[in-house]
């Protein structure tokens, strides 16, 4: 079966403790994002990548940091210093779309409910 | 500029009857706009998506109007089920070179159609 997993589903962390959100894909997609859901927000784009050991900042990317050593692999860490870690953290990936033709869809992940006490 | 703005907020429709969502946006660079559907605790799924060259797109009971020189495009859901009660995201991006494209997301609207 193709698809995105992140890991865990929920996930509790005192304040000031760092955090790493787990994603993985196995559809061979070259790009990979995060986003942040609030309700009455939609999502919001933290950090995307195109290409392994290469990423870029989204909107919100204070407070966060990424790495893209694999392909299949885009893990996100919420440091102490995001202000509002609180939030359901969904992944995604599409293809590079670079390519001609290809849509420009973009897979999500199942989601990470984080909450921070 | 970069805004998709999206209506209602939620949504209470019978089933069978007819459900529709509406965004708008300011930038005329994008070029392509999906409709996403999530369900509580899921991931967004692509519902269905339209490029600006056509002005409605219809898949099943899904049909997506747009209209180019408004800067609005709507979700239609023809016939709506209970199984349709869902969060309805529209989005819009434009691609800029790269692998990558920016998704920009309107706030969503909950969908609950009564049986």
């Known amino acids: 079966d193709g698809g995105i997993t992140q890991s865990p589903k929920y996930l509790f962390r005192k304040e000031g403790q760092n955090v790493t959100l787990s994603c993985e894909q196995n559809?061979?997609?070259?790009?990979m994002y995060w986003y942040r859901q609030d309700p009455g927000q939609g999502l919001r784009l933290i950090y995307y990548?195109?290409?392994?050991?290469?990423?870029q900042k989204g909107d919100i990317a204070e407070g966060y940091s990424v790495s893209r050593e694999k392909k299949e692999s885009f893990p996100l860490t919420v440091t102490s210093a995001q202000k509002n870690p609180t939030a359901f953290y969904l992944c995604?990936?599409?293809?590079?779309?670079?390519?001609?033709?290809?849509?420009?869809?973009?897979?999500f992940g199942p989601g990470t409910r984080l909450t921070v006490t | 500029q970069q805004q998709v703005k999206q209506s209602p907020q939620s949504l209470i429709v019978q089933k069978g009857g007819i459900s529709i969502i509406n965004c708008a946006y300011e930038n005329t660079a994008f070029d392509y706009f999906p409709w996403y559907q999530q369900f509580p605790g899921k991931g967004p799924a692509l519902l269905i998506a339209i490029r600006p060259d056509v002005s409605e797109k219809k898949e099943g009971r899904f049909t997506i109007s747009f209209n180019k020189s408004a800067k609005q495009f709507s979700l239609h859901i023809m016939d709506s089920q209970p199984g349709d009660s869902a969060t309805y995201f529209c989005a819009a991006s434009f691609y800029s070179g790269g692998a990558t494209n920016k998704l920009i997301f309107g706030t969503g609207t909950l969908l609950a159609v009564q049986p």
């Open positions: 995604a990936s599409s293809i590079d779309l670079s390519r001609q033709g290809v849509s420009y869809e973009q897979y």
């Open positions: 990548s195109q290409i392994v050991n290469d990423f």
């Open positions: 559809l061979n997609h070259d790009a």
